[in-house]
């Protein structure tokens, strides 16, 4: 074997260890919110994938930095579960919103899902200059927990959205709340200094992967009732077109934030390519 192909073998190696101590850590941090992850619904699968995902979109990182992404990421995933399966009516979605909202202000966590994000919101305190970035941090949790009640509103079908709209809506998908506690959390100095603009390629990316996630998941939305854009009368060929244009005019965005914080755009490109690569699909494009 080629000394090149020894080095590719060990990076590869040491980023699924880094994925495994991660992991670790979220089912330690699982354990910590009794009832808010039935193993039903967060099996091992579950944990696998999203600490693979941030471990081979990050892999320079150790498990310390990636706490936050991986944390937020789960986090995101438990609201999305409390929204979509366990509120039944407009009257509880409403209240996890302002829970989480007020919390994310300051005041005292009352469930599980809020004291997780008390906890998260305290980690990124540590963070320098979280003070200055917090309005930030607040203001993309809001837009994601909007779009998720609209989301929630358009699973009774009385006003199907078009893929344009449902596009709009790609916040609730949460990926770009995730992208910036990563940031906050670890970037560079240009990349703190310029969260406002990465906030605009994180939220073209989370468009891809939220057609991707819809992709990924067809079966099992349309088992659990759930909202997919492949419901909604758009065709199969019309999210392929539609994410091969996400994918290119992503790369154009990607490519200039490469100049200035090359591991800000690595992480960009690799959340759309692995993440595509790890959910199996091949017959859309995924190339930024």
């Not at 919390?103 to 009352?110: E, F, M, T, Y």
């Not at 998260?120 to 909007?146: H, I, K, S, V």
Request: proline share 2%; glycine share 6%; charged share 25%.
């Amino acid at each position: 074997m080629r000394d090149d192909e020894l080095d590719e073998a060990f990076e590869l190696g040491r980023t699924c260890a880094l994925a495994a101590e991660c992991g670790r850590d979220l089912r330690r941090c699982a354990e910590m919110y009794g009832g808010l992850f039935p193993a039903a619904a967060f099996d091992a699968e579950c944990y696998n994938a999203l600490t693979l995902t941030m471990a081979f979109s990050a892999p320079w990182a150790g498990a310390d930095r990636l706490k936050v992404v991986n944390r937020a990421a789960l986090w995101v995933m438990a609201v999305d579960r409390l929204v979509n399966h366990t509120a039944i009516t407009r009257e509880q979605v409403d209240r996890v919103v302002r829970e989480c909202l007020s919390v994310a202000d300051g005041a005292v966590p009352r469930s599980a899902a809020t004291r997780f994000l008390a906890d998260l919101r305290d980690e990124l305190a540590t963070a320098g200059g979280f003070g200055e970035l917090r309005w930030l941090w607040r203001d993309q949790l809001a837009r994601m927990l909007a779009c998720m009640v609209r989301a929630w509103v358009w699973r009774d079908r009385d006003a199907v959205p078009t893929l344009e709209r449902y596009l709009d809506n790609a916040d609730s998908r949460g990926s770009c709340f995730v992208d910036l506690s990563h940031w906050i959390y670890t970037a560079d100095r240009w990349a703190r200094a310029h969260l406002e603009d990465l906030r605009d390629v994180s939220r073209l990316v989370q468009r891809y992967l939220h057609l991707l996630g819809d992709v990924t998941s067809y079966r099992k939305d349309v088992s659990w009732g759930d909202l997919n854009v492949l419901s909604l009368g758009v065709s199969s060929t019309e999210v392929s077109d539609a994410m091969a244009g996400l994918a290119r005019e992503a790369a154009g965005l990607i490519e200039p934030v490469r100049e200035r914080s090359p591991r800000t755009a690595t992480y960009l490109r690799r959340q759309i390519g692995f993440t595509a690569g790890i959910s199996g699909i091949s017959d859309f494009d995924r190339t930024a």
